[in-house]
Each structure stands twice: as structure tokens, then as C-alpha cells.
């Protein structure tokens, strides 16, 4: 069993910056592919960004590349989104997410383990 905390989410203004973080508790954290998911209000569930296990295989949505970065730390075994130029329509619950499978995370299909969210919240 992986439990996943995430940090890091508040209110911030259009342009400004976030970084999220998401602690696992996974001793083989390593072994994990780790993903970034966000719901907006009233929408589903989206993609936002996904990294392999040695970090070395990345993936964005579209609409973020460019302004948002996902990086882990194995020693430390923590995930980061560094969210640049946020826009109001990225204000959503941002989730962390972890599987063996890259690829489970990046078509969102029987992802192993979620953590509760942290709200982000852009104000025009």
C-alpha cells in the first residue's frame, strides 16, 4: 500500500507561480511512475503530467507544456509540479497519482494509488 500527500496548493494570481509536492510512502519509490491529475469544478478528471520512475520519460497535457514542470526526487520520495504563468482555468483539485505502469497514468486506466488532492485556485 502507497499513501500519497500532496502540498502545496492555495490561491495565487493569474501569472503567478505554484510548486505542488506529493510524499509517498513507498520505500521502492523509484519503481513508481508518478502522475499530476486535476478536476475543475463541474468538469471530469484530466491528465495533467506524468514522469517515469528514473525520470527520464516525461509527458503534458498541451495545454500546460511550456509553463508547467514534473520532477521527482527518489531520495526523498517526492514529486513536484512547478506550475508557471497560472491561468484561471487552471484553478482545480490537483492529485498525485502512482503506478508500476507509465502508460496507466498517462490514459488514466487503473492507476494503483491517488492521494486526497490540494485545491489550486487562480483569480483573474
Known amino acids: 500500500q502507497v499513501t500519497l500527500v500532496e502540498s502545496g496548493g492555495g490561491l495565487v494570481q493569474t501569472g503567478g507561480s505554484l510548486r505542488l509536492s506529493c510524499a509517498a510512502s513507498?520505500?521502492?519509490?523509484?519503481?513508481?511512475?508518478m502522475g499530476w491529475f486535476r478536476r475543475a469544478p463541474g468538469k471530469e478528471r484530466e491528465f495533467v503530467a506524468c514522469?517515469?520512475?528514473?525520470?527520464?520519460?516525461?509527458r503534458y497535457v498541451d495545454s500546460v507544456k511550456g509553463r508547467f514542470t514534473i520532477s521527482r526526487d527518489n531520495a526523498q520520495n517526492t514529486v513536484f509540479l512547478q506550475m508557471n504563468s497560472l491561468r484561471p482555468e487552471d484553478t482545480a483539485v490537483y492529485y498525485c497519482?502512482?503506478?508500476?505502469?507509465?502508460?496507466?497514468?498517462?490514459?488514466?486506466?487503473?492507476?494503483?494509488?491517488w492521494g486526497q488532492g490540494t485545491q489550486v485556485t487562480v483569480s483573474s
Open positions: 497519482a502512482a503506478d508500476p505502469n507509465f502508460y496507466h497514468i498517462v490514459v488514466e486506466k487503473a492507476v494503483d494509488y
Open positions: 513507498e520505500r521502492t519509490f523509484s519503481s513508481y511512475a
Open positions: 514522469i517515469s520512475g528514473s525520470g527520464g520519460n516525461l
